[in-house]
């Protein structure tokens, strides 16, 4: 027996001693709820999954292809008391979870990098294997049981509490998903090979899949000057704490174990995702480089060099690596409030803001003040501007910055303030959303010369590698499928 088949062994062994029977849930603990309870935590808790993620992908054939996936690997599962959802959400940040009672869900983003049909399969039984195992149903008795303690809702100290959840929504604005024990990772792991493999799939996918994850989250940190040694946190992985080692080693015995060439379903994956978004959806507005464009709400701003862009239906946020925090929201207008006192009598009413002034910001009545907070990362300096944008409507700049920046940051943050301006009719018209193309490689194409033309701001070569899983020095092959970005 060689070595390393011993050291898969010993390790399969050691997962297995963490895998417990689905329908008990975990040994020695009593059953924390029915199967009924969590399906009905599943279903009130769907519809704010939606909202918060952008709605599901409105693409039926998509979504059909891939809940069959699902069902495939569900029916491996053998757990035929669960009735298992599967859902494309329409947002493009790489993402995949899931809630008590079989609500299972992946982004379109996740869509977009993953490679071939098992590797989408392995994302899918890894989320069946929290499922199965109840680790969504402990988490989110956890959760429950944390609300309901004595000083649990304690109220903040007065005058800086506004201010301090001002700030600390923007800096935790990407921590949507809380993650899971290593245990319960390793765990949904070994599960979800076992779903893989008896649902045809080769188990290699999965590990293949963490190895798409953390060359997309190093492109990102780079992108966004972020130390490589903190990769992780520009992924999903910061939330599933998995070891790529460990699901190799228990992913090559799954595939000894079944004895047979196992599937990954390439052309038919890539077939599927054909013309799929990529990037924001245009009702919700685009992130080009370092603008923001709303073609349906016609407007534009610009954040400055050394700021990253991330869109969402809430708000967009910019980031630099230096911890200042840019947050852009919209909000109705309430009736019989000018826009200064709608500043300094709504939306800080709980501040004491300082230095307030009106002020036009092309064409639009806005105001603007600041104060200092205290938040869990230490003091920020919060700049507002509430910018009225017709009788309806204030669209608000939030600028967090730690004080040791404000005041080399200020030119900038006022030239993202008048950056602000609307869009005509013929501009917003022109707009037009980004998609994923897939086609056949061509004698003497090359990853350089496709990626040239996709209309991204930075890193085109390094993104093209990434989204095909090429290594830094792989060379393309005439008639391989491969992935591009187009308008």
């Known amino acids: 027996m060689t070595g390393r088949r011993m050291a898969a062994l010993a390790l399969a ?108 399969a392995s994302v899918l039984a890894h989320e069946i294997g929290h499922i199965t195992a109840r680790h969504a149903a402990q988490r989110h008795k956890r959760a429950a049981e944390r609300a309901v303690q004595p000083g649990a809702a304690k109220p903040p100290a007065p005058g800086k509490a506004a201010g301090s959840e001002m700030a600390e929504r923007a800096e935790d604005a990407g921590s949507y998903v809380q993650g899971y024990s290593r245990e319960q990772e390793i765990e949904a792991d070994t599960l979800g090979i076992g779903y893989l493999t008896r649902a045809g799939y080769d188990p290699a996918a999965m590990p293949n899949f963490l190895t798409r994850l953390d060359a997309h989250a190093r492109l990102q940190a780079e992108l966004m000057g972020v130390p490589q040694d903190q990769a992780d946190r520009m992924s999903f992985t910061a939330t599933h704490p998995r070891t790529a080692d460990r699901v190799a080693a228990a992913a090559l015995l799954a595939g000894e174990v079944a004895g047979a060439a196992l599937g990954l379903g390439e052309e038919r994956y890539l077939r599927q995702i054909d013309g799929i978004l990529y990037g924001d959806d245009p009702d919700q507005g685009f992130v080009r480089g370092r603008e923001f464009l709303h073609p349906k709400l016609k407007f534009r701003f610009e954040v400055p060099a050394g700021f990253h862009l991330f869109n969402s239906t809430a708000r967009v946020i910019a980031r630099n690596a230096e911890e200042s925090v840019f947050l852009f929201d919209q909000v109705p207008s309430p009736p019989g409030l000018g826009i200064a006192d709608y500043l300094t009598l709504a939306w800080s009413r709980e501040l004491k803001l300082d230095d307030v002034e009106s002020i036009f910001i092309n064409g639009f009545a806005a105001a603007t003040g600041w104060t200092r907070v205290d938040t869990n990362r230490g003091p920020r300096d919060l700049r507002l501007v509430a910018i009225q944008f017709g009788a309806e409507t204030i669209y608000r700049f939030t600028f967090i910055t730690p004080p040791e920046q404000t005041q080399s940051l200020s030119v900038d943050l006022r030239r993202t303030t008048y950056s602000f301006q609307a869009l005509s009719a013929e501009e917003a018209a022109a707009l037009k959303p980004l998609r994923l193309r897939i086609a056949p490689t061509q004698p003497g194409d090359t990853a350089a010369s496709l990626a040239q033309p996709m209309p991204v701001a930075e890193g085109r070569e390094a993104l093209f590698r990434v989204l095909n899983g090429l290594k830094p020095d792989e060379e393309l092959t005439p008639g391989r499928l491969v992935k591009t970005v187009a308008e």
């Open 13 to 120: 062994w050691m997962l297995a001693a963490c895998v417990v029977d689905p329908a008990s849930g975990p040994a020695g603990l009593p059953q924390l709820v029915t199967r009924a309870d969590e399906l009905a935590v599943g279903r009130e808790e769907h519809p704010r999954i939606l909202r918060q993620f952008g709605g599901a992908y409105d693409e039926p054939k998509l979504n059909d292809y891939v809940d069959q996936v699902g069902q495939n690997l569900a029916r491996a599962a053998v757990l035929p008391e669960v009735g298992f959802s599967f859902t494309v959400l329409n947002n493009p940040v790489v993402n995949a979870f899931a809630l008590p009672g079989g609500f299972v869900y992946v982004t379109r983003g996740l869509l977009v990098l993953a490679g071939n049909e098992a590797e989408l």
